[in-house]
Nanobody
Framework: QVQLVESGGGLVQPGGSLRLSCAAS????????MGWYRQAPGNQRELVAS???????NYADSVKGRFTLSRDNAKNTVYLQMNSLKPEDTAVYYC????????????????WGQGTQVTVSS
C-alpha cells in the first residue's frame, strides 16, 4: 500500500508565498518522477512542476521564475515553494508520483494525493 500525503495549502494574499509538501509512504522500492498538478474550477487538471529522481525539473510556463520544486529522496518527499502568488494560481493542488513497490520492483504505478486547496485572494 502506497500513500501520498500532502500538506501546506491555505489562503494567501496576492504576492505572498506558500510551501507545499508531499510525502510518499508505504512499501516503496523506487520513485521515478514526483510532481504537482493543479485543477481550478471548470478547468482541466494541469501539470505545475515535476522532478525526476536525478533532480531534473520541468515547470509550466505560467509558474516559471515563481515556483521552485525540490526533492528529498531519502525522505520520499517533494516540496513546492510558491512565491509571488497570483489569483490565477488558485486551485486544488495534487501531488503525483510514479512508484514501484517491493512486490514488483520494475513496474511503476502512478499515484495521486488527495489534493490540497490553495487560494490566492485579498
Amino acid at each position: 500500500q502506497v500513500q501520498l500525503v500532502e500538506s501546506g495549502g491555505g489562503l494567501v494574499q496576492p504576492g505572498g508565498s506558500l510551501r507545499l509538501s508531499c510525502a510518499a509512504s508505504g512499501s516503496i522500492f523506487s520513485i521515478h518522477v514526483m510532481g504537482w498538478y493543479r485543477q481550478a474550477p471548470g478547468n482541466q487538471r494541469e501539470l505545475v512542476a515535476s522532478i525526476t529522481s536525478g533532480g531534473n525539473t520541468n515547470y509550466a510556463d505560467s509558474v516559471k521564475g515563481r515556483f521552485t520544486l525540490s526533492r528529498d529522496n531519502a525522505k520520499n518527499t517533494v516540496y513546492l515553494q510558491m512565491n509571488s502568488l497570483k489569483p490565477e494560481d488558485t486551485a486544488v493542488y495534487y501531488c503525483n508520483a510514479d512508484i514501484s513497490t517491493f512486490s514488483d520492483k520494475y513496474y511503476y504505478t502512478e499515484y495521486w494525493g488527495q489534493g490540497t486547496q490553495v487560494t490566492v485572494s485579498s
